[in-house]
Nanobody, 125 residues
Framework: QVQLVESGGGLVQAGGSLRVSCAAAGRTFSSYGMGWFRQAPGQEREFVAGIAWRADITAYAESVKGRFTISKNNANNAVFLQMNNLKPEDTAVYYC??????????????????WGQGTQVTVSS
């Protein structure tokens, strides 16, 4: 199994920045990549960004392109999401997830095997 723990959420004003982190532990060698998803109250979970551990591959939702950057630290089995120019509509619980599937559908939550508990990001207007 893979255990995932998110951190770094908080309250920020619109236009501000925040960085959330995800620490992976356990059978991380089996993981092909990581994804960030978010879920706002009353809304469905949506894909934010994805990254492969051992390839130069990243993916982003259109709504965050140019504002969010996903990165990784292979040595520490950690993944980060740098969020700039935040908007109130970015308010959500942010989850990281691990996948063993090497398919190209980063945005499909069913492609992921393990999930963290989430961290709240709130953007005030």
């Amino acid at each position: 199994q893979v255990q995932l723990v998110e951190s770094g959420g908080g309250l920020v004003q619109a236009g501000g920045s925040l960085r959330v982190s995800c620490a992976a532990a356990g059978r991380t060698f089996s993981s092909y990549g990581m994804g960030w998803f978010r879920q706002a109250p009353g809304q469905e979970r949506e894909f934010v960004a994805g990254i492969a551990w051992r390839a130069d591959i990243t993916a982003y939702a259109e709504s965050v392109k140019g504002r969010f950057t996903i990165s990784k630290n292979n040595a520490n089995n950690a993944v980060f999401l740098q969020m700039n120019n935040l908007k109130p509509e970015d308010t959500a619980v942010y989850y990281c997830a691990s996948r063993t599937n090497r398919g190209s559908r980063w945005s499909n939550g069913y492609e992921y095997d393990y999930w963290g508990q989430g961290t709240q990001v709130t953007v005030s207007s």
